[in-house]
């Protein structure tokens, strides 16, 4: 079983910044595919930006240009940078892995993030 634990949510004033992380653990066979999804009050979850192990990655078009996201794959860690942080991006981000070869799906607890004044 994998086990994915996130970190860096919080409150951030808008035009700010913050750097979440999700580190794996447990029973780890060449993770492929991380990332991060958000679901906010009253929506949907929703792609905010994946990563494969070559380093490929893709944004939803609300975060490109603001939002990184990186991986280290000795570590099993996903990284989202986001800056010029907006009252949109309001909700729980929630850390996501697929395996490589199973194509088993984990997701993390959920971090919250808010921007607000």
């Known amino acids: 079983q994998v086990r994915l634990v996130e970190s860096g949510g919080g409150l951030v004033q808008p035009g700010g910044s913050l750097r979440l992380s999700c580190a794996a653990s447990g029973t780890i066979f060449n993770i492929g595919v991380m990332g991060w999804y958000r679901q906010a009050p009253g929506k949907g979850r929703e792609l905010v930006a994946t990563?494969?192990?070559?380093?490929?990655?893709n944004y939803a078009e609300s975060v490109k240009g603001r939002f990184t996201i990186s991986r280290d794959n000795a570590k099993n860690t996903v990284y989202l940078q986001m800056n010029s942080l907006k009252s949109d991006d309001t909700a729980v981000h929630y850390c996501y892995a697929r395996a490589l070869v199973s194509s088993d799906e984990y997701w993390g607890q959920g971090t919250q993030v808010t921007v607000s004044s």
């Open positions: 990563i494969m192990r070559s380093g490929w990655t």
